[in-house]
């Protein structure tokens, strides 16, 4: 830890004014050991199994979101209160696995064909059972064009039978391969063995919808006094840019098991005020940690602090469909540009890595290909990006001239600050314009390409290397940098029919490769899950996913 501390501080000494001053007010160095920092709030003991008279947990929500429609949603803040509105067929395990969700057992005998047993005691918020024709309901209707679900290429990714045909509009929704075989009994059949299809059913999108409340409020049935749902806590309050309210669900499976009555998610967009907050003990458990702060937060207040290795990547999109950035020489040499080392370990400084693949390093099945790029030096790196800039025809008097587009967030702008630095200090001719956009507009941007480059991250829906690679296949849902290129998709599809791990990694390898040579994006570091929770919060387990459920927390007395 300490040589490549003192490494990054000489390399800080050429960085320029600009780029240190910016890194002054960062992460301020590498991530101690919260275990040997002095905590000045002592700790008072807890007794973990005393529960507290409220069991009301408050949490930083992220954002506004963009809907509690499961088969319409795209972002992390909707997915993490979706999670305790629905319920989906297996849920996430803190070892990255699976658990028994509505479903309470699961059986295949070839990885082509699926049956899942749902609870007979497993309910709607309203009383209604749940049963295997709600599955089938709800996973037509998110691939039913009709719906425009921008995760409808989810289940055809799964292989789900027809599914793509589906989403084209070639074949009915009725025609999907999923069937009730009885009232508890859903029958899913995939158009080749999938054998790790099981993991792909804790996203929120596969969760079942009412139908009843579906067809009668249409696009309403979202909002309080109509929702209906399956999880551990149903919606009663949803004040726009202010909170969202649920209790806990009486007629839930498990409801005897759930500790919380009540949890309120406040939509705070700004770290910083997430924190202050938090600070003043008015939020039990934060939606993330303002970068600025981070080693004060280590020292004052200890394993508050809450870091977990995340199947998750930070990158910049590049609109490949237009000049300049149709033109992969470009591309590399603003990525080549980025110094991911400072940007993980300096301008971040909570433990995220430097990123030179999509896909993290604790991806289950997944080994990093040596790529060239990857085993230079950040000077050689330099070097080459303004060769391609000239070879591309940009110079003093032709200088590269872009936007990059982020959502409003304190971190993702001292993100596009640190970059831009870069970009101007190393390469000299390049004039970028900074635009920043809520979280609504900029996903609707995105959804465009109606940018230049773009902030972006991506989540792992599941643990394994398909969940990072889909995202960049030509009809992938959210390949919003519009790249394409067909052996690309080629090694993708030979993938999603090896079965031997082995030689299915060796694909994910070529894949990466040729994302280097292409650069369609540029990957800047490996997420860590962050959050601020309060030790009278029992029950947080954090995943390789950041798959947290309020059904499994509580409050303790303090």
């Known amino acids: 830890m300490l040589p490549h501390l003192q490494l990054k501080r000489s390399r800080l000494w050429h960085t320029g004014p600009l780029l240190a001053a910016l890194l002054a007010l960062g992460g301020c160095g590498a991530p101690s050991d919260s275990g040997t920092e002095t905590n000045k709030q002592a700790a008072v003991k807890l007794d973990p199994t005393k529960l507290a008279a409220d069991q009301t947990l408050v949490r930083g929500g992220g954002s506004e979101p963009e809907t509690l429609d499961p088969h319409k949603i795209s972002g992390t ?148 006094g109509n929702f209906v749902g399956n999880g551990a806590f149903r919606l009663t309050e949803w004040v726009v840019n202010e909170r969202i309210e649920y209790v806990k669900n009486e007629h839930y499976w498990d409801a005897d098991n759930v500790k919380l009555q009540k949890v309120r998610s406040l939509p705070i967009q700004s770290p910083n005020a997430e924190l202050k907050r938090y600070e003043a003990g008015e939020i039990d458990f934060t939606f993330d940690v303002p970068i600025e702060h981070i080693n004060r937060l280590r020292k004052e207040r200890g394993d508050e602090v809450r870091s977990a290795p995340y199947i998750g990547t930070y990158y910049y999109e590049f609109n490949t469909t237009q000049p300049p950035f149709n033109d992969s020489r470009v591309r590399r040499a603003l990525a080549y540009a980025i110094d991911r080392e400072i940007m993980a370990n300096k301008v971040m400084g909570r433990g995220e890595k430097p990123s030179f693949h999509l896909t993290p390093g604790i991806v289950t099945g997944f080994d990093a290909p040596p790529t060239a790029w990857s085993q230079k030096s950040q000077a050689e790196r330099v070097a080459e990006a303004k060769e391609l800039l000239a070879e591309a025809g940009f110079n003093e008097q032709n200088p590269l001239k872009f936007s990059v587009l982020y959502n409003t967030n304190d971190n993702h702008k001292k993100v596009a600050v640190a970059i831009t630095a870069m970009w101007k200090q190393t390469l000299g001719h390049v004039d970028v314009t900074l635009e920043n956009q809520e979280w609504k507009t900029y996903l609707d941007t995105r959804a465009n390409t109606d940018f230049d480059i773009a902030r972006a991250g991506w989540i792992g829906d599941y643990n394994e290397p398909s969940t990072m690679l889909k995202l960049l296949l030509t009809d992938g849902g959210s390949n919003y940098s519009k790249y394409s290129n067909p052996k690309y998709d080629e090694l993708f599809a030979k993938s999603a029919k090896e079965l031997d791990v082995n030689k299915r990694a060796q694909y994910y390898a070529q894949a990466e490769e040729l994302l280097a040579q292409d650069m369609p994006i540029a990957p800047i570091y490996q997420y860590v899950t962050q959050h601020m929770v309060k030790r009278h919060v029992g029950g947080y387990a954090p995943d390789p996913l950041d798959n947290y459920y309020s059904k499994d927390m509580w409050i303790i007395e303090h």
Do not use: C
């Not at 990255?96 to 295949?108: C, D, I, L, M, Q």
């Not at 049956?115 to 918020?125: M, P, Q, V």
């Not at 069937?179 to 929120?204: C, G, Q, R």
């Open 77 to 224: 803040p909707e997915s993490a209160i979706l999670r305790d509105l629905m319920e989906t067929l297996v849920i996430a395990s803190a070892d990255g696995g699976v658990r028994p969700g509505v479903a309470e057992s699961w059986e295949t005998t070839d990885n082509q064909h699926y049956f899942f047993k749902i609870r007979e005691d497993a309910k709607w918020s309203n009383g209604d059972p749940v049963t295997a024709e709600d599955f089938v309901y709800s996973w037509q209707r998110i691939l039913d064009p009709k719906t425009a679900s921008k995760y409808a290429w989810y289940l055809a990714a799964g292989k789900v039978k027809n599914a793509q045909d589906i989403t084209e509009g070639k074949q009915p929704p009725e025609s999907l391969g999923v069937e009730a075989v009885d009232a508890n009994t859903l029958k899913v059949s995939l158009e080749a063995p999938v054998p790790y299809f099981v993991s792909m059913l804790v996203h929120a999108s596969t969760s079942p919808v009412h139908k009843g409340t579906v067809e009668q409020y249409g696009d309403q049935w979202t909002r309080v």
